[in-house]
């Protein structure tokens, strides 16, 4: 009993941790992904803008409905809000606190995808080489726009031939790295201060409301999981029983078509019970061929009568 | 009853784990396999495009049909699908719940192998090389020959080690360009999907989670109905084989005192247990009559009633008893009455 409480007092509390946990874990596949990608550049002036800025917004989308793919407690949520009211009115603090809690995780590795890409630099640099003006860099000034256009595109290819004797490029590079890296901690420090004053000031605007939605929250989830369990512990009492009926009616179809010796209940102990008057080859094989071509019908109220 | 209580729930928990635990390892697998396996482009005109097709393709759905494979229910699926219908209707809808969630979970390891090999840009560099925009990227002012010279050239560009275009048009540009396309693609292929799953997802609660809830139960309920009947049949199987044994053991040593005139039933009352589970095989020769004879005989499939309750029948006392009219299909010699 002891145990089962522990395990249960688990159980309940690891709701939210293992939410945490999966929020964590999609943090650390969104930084694994970003060093194991292969960023290219195509160096070319109309794609550049699209492959980096691509780069940049299209993974956190993912990443975003991946954590709400992952999370349980958005598919409660939305069982909460479209469910029939039937005799249980419904709460929207607690849908909207559901709604809060479910967002602030599934933003958690599209932001550290977006910020270690601006930490890094490479996509900027690859988006916005082609916009640079060319009058800062000195060593572009006496050629032509198209052949401006087509050199600033090939800037973040640091290896292509054009580019190995050019010092120029490097300055570009440097430029759109240090914007890049200042926007990437600046945003860092703002959502950084933003999550403190909300967790900060939070206590101060309606607490007891607060805990009364976090509650109810939690208790919908623990009473989801025990709903399902007793759904499965009830389906297996139903089989059970319908597997004991079906060898029963068996028993007593095997005695109405062949007279065997008349087996008092008496003498019988032990295995005799659990063989069920089923005693030969071809009694077995003809329940087992029973099994398949006429399934019992789930109908056990007449072996719970008995 | 909280002890069983606990470990049905391990085990239910266990089982939608187990499935799920199955199609992570089959996800990391196909990474794995990628990685793992040596890409090679054949850089010929109508073979490249074969070949990286090929690639992107065809493990795609082996893995397919492998979820499948791997996946326990398939044959439960099966089972329900082609039953007669006897006394229990059929449920449609529990057959599509079965099959929809065995193919979610089958899809996700070729919509890996998909996404990497898209995003790692070889397979669609290898395919697409020959219809590289030479005009926009390289000089199509280089006197070159015919268009097929030109195709043979271009699908030289995978293999940098032999490629012989230079001029024409650098091989850096072209394979930067196929790749930016190809994990253009790659991340729309995941977006893609992500989105879908996300849909199916959250679009199934407003819809129909009471159609839903049925099905799942059903579902689960043939599943572990299927578990209990062969565990039944297990037990009735052991308990059958208990009694055959036995019955073969009894016959044995009634066989025995018929045949060698021992002491009948010289069945010590202070013997005890051990003495009693000897059933009457005491010396080295019995028992290996019995042994050869369960070798060379072995007892029919047919177990006969105890008919001899204690304190009546061997002893002569009481009258015989009463065989079943039960036809016998093999002799057994050693159903002799004494």
Not at chain 1, 39 to 44: A, I, K, V, Y
Not at chain 1, 148 to 162: G, H
Not at chain 1, 243 to 254: A, N, P, R, W, Y
Request: positive net charge; aromatic residues 12%; hydrophobic residues 40%.
């Amino acid at each position: 009993m002891d145990r089962f409480r522990m395990i249960f007092q688990y159980f309940q509390s690891s709701s939210e941790s293992v939410m945490n946990g999966i929020c964590g874990l999609l943090a650390l596949a969104s930084v694994k992904m970003y060093t194991c990608f292969d960023f290219s550049c195509p160096c070319l002036p109309q794609y550049n803008m699209t492959y980096g800025l691509g780069i940049m917004f299209v993974p956190p989308i993912i990443l975003f409905l991946c954590g709400l793919i992952l999370n349980r407690q958005s598919l409660l949520m939305l069982d909460e809000w479209r469910r029939p009211e039937g005799h249980r009115k419904k709460d929207l603090a607690v849908i909207r606190y559901m709604c809060s809690s479910i967002m602030q995780r599934a933003t958690v590795a599209p932001v550290i995808w977006i910020i270690v890409t601006l930490l890094d630099g490479k996509c900027l640099i690859c988006a916005f080489s082609g916009s640079m003006d060319p009058e800062k860099f000195v060593r572009f000034a006496n050629v032509t726009p198209v052949q401006v256009e087509q050199l600033l595109a090939k800037v973040p290819c640091k290896d292509d031939e054009l580019m190995r004797n050019n010092i120029s490029h490097k300055a570009v590079s440097r430029y759109l790295r240090c914007w890049s890296q200042a926007l990437g901690w600046s945003i860092l420090l703002i959502l950084i201060v933003a999550a403190f004053l909300a967790r900060w000031l939070r206590p101060c605007f309606n607490q007891a409301a607060l805990m009364q939605a976090r509650h109810w929250s939690n208790y919908i989830d623990i009473e989801q999981k025990i709903f399902e369990e007793t759904c499965c512990e009830h389906s297996r009492l139903f089989a059970h029983k319908c597997i004991l009926h079906f060898f029963e009616s068996m028993q007593q179809e095997i005695k109405l078509h062949r007279f065997n010796m008349p087996r008092e209940g008496e003498g019988d102990e032990g295995e005799e019970d659990l063989l069920q008057g089923i005693t030969d080859q071809d009694k077995v094989n003809k329940l087992l061929k029973t099994w398949y071509y006429e399934k019992p019908p789930m109908d056990v109220s007449q072996a719970t009568q008995r | 009853m909280d002890k069983f209580r606990m470990i049905f729930q391990f085990f239910q928990s266990n089982q939608e784990s187990f499935m799920n635990g199955i199609c992570g390892i089959m996800a990391l697998a196909s990474t794995q396999m990628y990685s793992a396996f040596d890409f090679n482009c054949p850089c010929l005109p109508h073979y490249n495009m074969a070949y990286g097709l090929g690639i992107l393709l065809v493990p795609p759905f082996i893995l397919f049909l492998l979820g499948f494979v791997l996946n326990n229910n398939i044959s439960m699926l099966a089972e329900e699908w082609r039953r007669p219908q006897g006394q229990r209707g059929k449920d449609s809808a529990v057959l599509r719940y079965m099959f929809c969630s065995m193919a979610q979970r089958a899809m996700i390891a070729p919509a890996v192998w998909v996404s990497v090999t898209l995003l790692d840009g070889k397979c669609i560099t290898c395919a697409f090389c020959t219809s590289v925009p030479v005009e926009t990227l390289g000089n199509t002012s280089h006197p070159l020959l015919s268009q097929g010279e030109i195709q043979r050239v271009l699908a030289r560009i995978p293999c940098k080690e032999i490629y012989n275009g230079q001029e024409l048009i650098a091989n850096e540009v072209a394979v930067r360009y196929l790749r930016c396309i190809s994990q253009a693609l790659g991340w729309c292929f995941v977006l893609l999907m992500t989105t879908l799953a996300f849909l199916v997802r959250s679009l199934r609660p407003c819809f129909s989670q009471a159609a839903f809830l049925k099905s799942r139960y059903w579902s689960h309920y043939i599943d572990i109905e299927r578990k209990l009947f062969d565990e039944t049949c297990a037990e009735h199987a052991r308990s059958f084989a208990k009694v055959c044994i036995q019955q073969f053991f009894e016959g044995m040593s009634t066989d025995l005192v018929a045949a060698r005139c021992h002491l009948p039933r010289k069945a010590p009352e202070d013997a005890g247990e051990a003495s009693k589970k000897l059933l009457g095989i005491t010396d080295r020769g019995t028992m290996n009559m019995a042994l050869k004879s369960w070798h060379r005989c072995k007892p029919p499939l047919h177990l006969h009633s105890p008919a001899f309750p204690s304190g009546n029948g061997w002893a002569g006392e009481g009258q015989p008893p009463v065989y079943p009219s039960v036809p016998r299909r093999e002799t057994a010699a050693y159903y002799s009455l004494v």
